[in-house]
């Protein structure tokens, strides 16, 4: 008779943290790939024609990032990047909501699915990050040890009887030159 073992998938080891991690991975290739192939229909949407090559940059910012998210083995730093981005995005659809843009509604829906997601990505990073300080080893407390095997009482004196090696001494024919202080 055979027993399988039901081990679990890697999938099922992940943390909530690192789980909503891969999705913004996921979500950041997805959004870049939009980005890199519509440029026009965005801007146009936004209100920001004649920025299609910088929507276009910041699709492949936005693959870069999600590629680098899922092959992490530690996705925090790049989730803190999704979030530099965001910050980058909302000031760069802010230029969409002056008031000779026809297309302002467009920039302020935008500009809000860009806060959702960036708050997504802050609960990410934080839980991310509070996850590592709670999975670190803590620290052992060392103060009751002296550092001396039989104990730091026993050391006392020892250094009395203690004689240098044969090998360790000045030979015989630099001895007048060593007592005179050649430091």
């Not at 090998?167 to 015989?172: L, M």
Request: glycine share 12%.
């Amino acid at each position: 008779m055979t027993y399988v073992m039901n081990r679990p998938s890697r999938r099922d080891s992940r943390t909530p943290n690192e789980r909503l991690a891969r999705g913004l991975g996921w979500f950041s290739i997805a959004l870049g790939i939009a980005e890199l192939a519509m440029p026009r229909a965005i801007t146009r949407a936004v209100g920001l024609r004649g920025q299609e090559r910088l929507v276009q940059g910041y699709g492949a910012r936005e693959i870069a990032t999600g590629v680098a998210i899922l092959m992490s083995h530690d996705p925090t730093p790049w989730i803190y990047g999704r979030i530099g981005g965001d910050v980058l995005d909302l000031a760069t659809l802010a230029q969409g909501l002056g008031e000779d843009n026809p297309d302002r509604d467009g920039a302020v829906a935008a500009m809000l699915a860009v806060a959702g997601v960036t708050a997504l990505d802050m609960v990410c990073a934080g839980g991310l990050t509070a996850q590592k300080h709670v999975s670190e080893t803590p620290s052992v407390n060392y103060s009751d040890r002296s550092g001396f095997p039989r104990g730091l009482e026993a050391s006392r004196g020892a250094a009395r009887s203690f004689e240098v090696p044969r090998d360790f001494r000045t030979p015989a024919p630099l001895r007048p030159y060593a007592s005179a202080g050649m430091a």
